[in-house]
């Protein structure tokens, strides 16, 4: 079980299932206010919620840098073409 | 989504049904990156990636009657391409079990320990690594959802499942990414 802390009538459990809807900003705001007490109160919650943003981020800017460098499929589009045309 | 000349991807469908080929190429042009972005992601080199992509692209030629002209049009050929993608990838053994639980895998992810994990995730080689070794389902929704950007409603159209599994199942392979890369050397 992990450990828990009981802050603004949250444990951490329920602020770790809130984190990606608090995140995308789509939370009601009242729940949206206690996530933000408790976090405030508590140094697990909030150093993992910054973790969590933060390996979004990086998973994007990772991949599309990677994405942008690579050729287009060509020779794909061509025998596609070739197929459906039948020449 | 529309070219410069206005056509709609549901008109180029329509237009693919009736063997247009200058639509369907005009709608493969506008989706034709994405679909590569996540192909070579989710199959296991180059090659597969690009045998991958001219499979859905003929499916979708051939199926284009098959769309449903009120969705979208990119999470129908992502769907195809998904399929596509799994005959040429094979999922990886040892897989973490599906029924984890959020707290089991946030404690793998690092929740409560004194860990640095944003400094690893710098390192291209670590993210690579780490998303590399995630199964083929959590590297879709890691990939449409936060990669592409793409609305919680499309990606689970892209899927095939509901707007609440799709939530869960991305909050889990992001807890999952992060564990591959807190354990990567």
Known sequence: MMRERNIAGLRCSDVLEALPDFLEGILPSDRTRRVHEHLAGCDWCERFGGEYAGAVGALRRHILEQAESRPSPADVRARVRSAITGR | MQDEDGLTDAESLRRTVAGDVAAFERLVDRHER???RVLRQLTSDEAAA????????LAAWRGAASFRGDGSARAWLLGIARHSARRQYRRRAGQPGRSESLDTLAEAAGFGADTRLLERLEAREIVNAAFAVLDDEDRAVLLLRDVEGWSGEETAAALGIGLAAMKSRL??????????ARSME
């Open chain 2, 171 to 180: 909050h889990r392979a992001r807890l999952r990414f992060m564990a591959a």
């Open chain 2, 34 to 36: 994405v679909l590569l």
């Open chain 2, 50 to 57: 690009m045998d991958a992509l001219q499979e859905t692209l």
